[in-house]
């Protein structure tokens, strides 16, 4: 993920990414473009600071019943995975001095049954600047809040920020709660309204984790999604989606346009999986941070008129399955195989996307609309 300055227009219409000195910058692994001071080549991950590092790819669940889920990230873990002796603070073994695995590597969260999210490193990042915060009512398709923040790879503490955005505009949303019976055009503006606010809080909460020195300042792109039956009103900033995915055929629906580079190709004409494969496809135009231009969301709002899934998810996911009908595709097979308990069915999605090769974070939210979740295998209802 890569603001978009610094562009320059290539010979071939696209943009390419300069230097002060003029001189076009290529990642030394693969060759691709990348921004000046960023740290991670975006086509293959490679650390842009020294040698590539060397990260193991992790294992792709495909759980047969719900993982326990997490509703925050959490410290080291207490016992130390190689000889299970105690982990200090500091994230290292007291006997044998292993470090425990971060804890942001693999993050899950279900507020309720039918709510949850899985945001995962992938297999070519070192760290994971994605981030996710959930709230949901109890009752199923009732109210729920998804946000997903995407932090960007050339700026500093991404990671950080994006996490205190996502938790800020959760909370506001959350405190919000479900709108006053009335007319659907006033409850959609009220979802709109707060959602504007919820964006105010999480750029102030990426300007509070913004550091001073040499380096881009923090950011991150931004989606919410709430759901508020009958309604489903959505507000974004960067390439971050959301998208609606009915059953039984419905018409699936791609709800954010992408603040990006790759939008704009797609906006005048250049076929969706040329752009979005592109020289810097992922730079984006719009962002959360103190250097941001305006980060004022784009809303759009839908009747939820039959069962099917809300997802929201970062560009880790989408990379690999973009139009809304292959997502749909996609959802329906993996619920097939692997159920459609919501917790189950994103881990299922995330090990999809690391299958296809992992080369970014990757972070998938979900909420079931309608009726309920189906164990792997089992018919229709």
Not at 5 to 32: H, Q
Not at 95 to 110: F, I, K, L, M, S
Not at 115 to 128: E, I, W
Not at 164 to 189: F, N, Y
Request: some cysteine; hydrophobic content about 40%.
């Amino acid at each position: 993920m890569t603001p978009a300055e610094g562009a320059a227009t290539g010979p071939d219409g696209g943009t390419t990414v300069e230097d002060p000195a003029g001189a076009a910058l290529l990642c030394p692994s693969c060759a691709s473009p990348v921004a000046v001071g960023e740290r991670f080549c975006e086509a293959c991950g490679t650390d842009l600071g020294g040698p590539p590092a060397v990260v193991p790819p992790p294992e792709a669940p495909a759980p047969a019943s719900p993982p326990e889920a997490t509703s925050e990230a959490a410290g080291p873990p207490a016992e130390c995975h190689e000889c299970g002796g105690d982990v200090a603070d500091d994230g290292y073994c007291t006997r044998c001095g292993a470090r425990a695995p971060d804890p942001r590597h693999h993050v899950t969260e279900q507020p309720a049954p039918w709510v949850a999210a899985v945001c995962d490193r992938g297999v070519r990042h070192t760290g994971n600047e994605d981030a996710v915060a959930l709230a949901a009512e109890p009752e199923p398709g009732t109210y729920a809040v998804l946000v997903v923040c995407d932090g960007v790879s050339s700026s500093t503490d991404s990671d950080v920020a994006s996490l205190a955005a996502a938790r800020a505009a959760r909370d506001v949303l959350a405190d919000s709660g479900p709108q006053a019976p009335g007319a659907v055009g006033t409850r959609v503006a009220a979802s709109a309204k707060a959602l504007v606010l919820a964006t105010d809080a999480a750029n102030q909460a990426v300007i509070d984790h913004t550091t001073d020195g040499p380096g881009n300042p923090a950011s991150c792109t931004f989606v919410a999604a709430v759901v508020d039956s009958p309604e489903l009103v959505v507000g974004w900033l960067g390439d971050s989606r959301a998208y609606w995915l009915p059953d039984d055929g419905g018409t699936s629906r791609l709800l954010t346009t992408d603040d990006s580079f790759a939008a704009e190709q797609i906006a005048a004409g250049v076929p969706r999986a040329a752009a979005e494969s592109g020289p810097q496809a992922h730079a984006i135009t719009r962002w959360l941070g103190v250097d941001a231009p305006d980060h004022t969301p784009r809303t759009v709002s839908l009747d939820l008129d039959a069962p099917g899934w809300v997802l929201v998810c970062s560009d880790g996911l989408w990379n690999y399955c973009s139009e809304a009908r292959d997502v749909a595709a996609l959802v329906a097979a993996t619920s097939r195989s692997a159920g459609s308990e919501p917790l189950v069915l994103a881990e299922a999605l995330v090990a999809w996307a690391n299958a296809q090769g992992g080369q970014d974070n990757i972070t998938v939210a979900l909420a079931r609309i309608g009726h309920g979740v189906l164990s792997a295998g089992a018919p229709p209802p």
